[in-house]
């Protein structure tokens, strides 16, 4: 099946620093990939829909200046948490693939702590 | 938008005994409805999915319903073992390259 990579796994960072999230689509080619948080103990949220070559879509109540999503090729998105506060700890998950019926696939998840 | 309402939020089993997790839909337009395992600290793992234009899909020990005009699905899980214990989250979707829209979620514990 389809691989979905993500880097880092996990980090941590001080309040007011930025931190990147890479999401990889590794044997496809993705031309739009979705975005999700999980807060500890709850479900899984959709922040944005990641399109190549054009601007992400986001979720009403994600902030698009906090969370900036670039996705400039078929095989990349990123994720980045600009300014990031204690708040936004959370995990961090990017799915890909799933065009044609086929199964949308997801990434390991990055863990973020923001101290 | 889709708004996916799961139930129980929790649910403990004896092993060897049935566990069903029921979820409803609102968006009419979905079609597609997954299935995800999720233990702790890792990501969802899709274990079973049903599209609009089937009523049931089995694998094994796990199934899956699907009422359209009631706009609600269900997992069985039978001869529950102690590492069918996870978090369960049901979702719905248009399609299956569309963005998800998850259930709350089902903490599935199974003793021994």
């Known amino acids: 099946g389809a691989v979905v990579s993500q880097h880092p796994s996990w980090v941590i960072c001080k309040s007011g620093t930025s931190v990147k999230i890479e999401c990889r689509s590794l044997?496809?080619?993705?031309?739009?990939m979705f975005w999700y948080r999980q807060f500890p103990k709850q479900s899984l949220m959709l922040m944005a829909t990641?399109?190549?070559?054009?601007?992400?879509?986001?979720e009403q109540g994600v902030e698009k200046d906090k969370f900036l999503i670039n996705h400039a090729s078929l095989t990349l998105s990123t994720l980045t948490v600009t300014s990031a506060h204690p708040e936004d700890s959370s995990f961090y998950i990017c799915?890909?693939?799933?065009?044609?019926?086929?199964?949308?696939?997801f990434g390991p998840g990055t863990r973020l702590l923001v101290l | 938008g889709e708004n996916v309402e799961q139930h129980p939020s929790t649910l403990s089993v004896q092993e060897g005994d049935s566990a069903v997790i029921k979820c409803t839909y609102s968006?009419?337009?979905?079609?597609?409805f997954p299935w995800y395992k999720q233990e702790l600290g890792k990501r969802p793992q899709l274990i079973i999915d049903?599209?609009?234009?089937?009523g049931e899909k089995k694998d094994q020990r796990i199934a899956v319903t699907l009422n359209k005009t009631a706009k609600h699905f269900s997992l069985h899980i039978t001869e529950t073992q102690p590492e069918d214990s996870a978090v369960y989250f049901c979702?719905?979707?248009?399609?299956?390259?569309?963005?998800?829209?998850f259930g709350k979620g089902t903490s599935l514990l199974v003793t021994p």
């Open positions: 968006d009419s337009a979905s079609n597609y």
């Open positions: 990641s399109n190549e070559g054009s601007k992400a879509t986001y």
């Open positions: 799915t890909g693939g799933g065009a044609g019926g086929e199964t949308q696939y």
């Open positions: 979702a719905a979707s248009i399609n299956s390259g569309y963005a998800l829209n």
């Open positions: 044997d496809f080619q993705a031309t739009t």
């Open positions: 049903i599209r609009s234009n089937v």
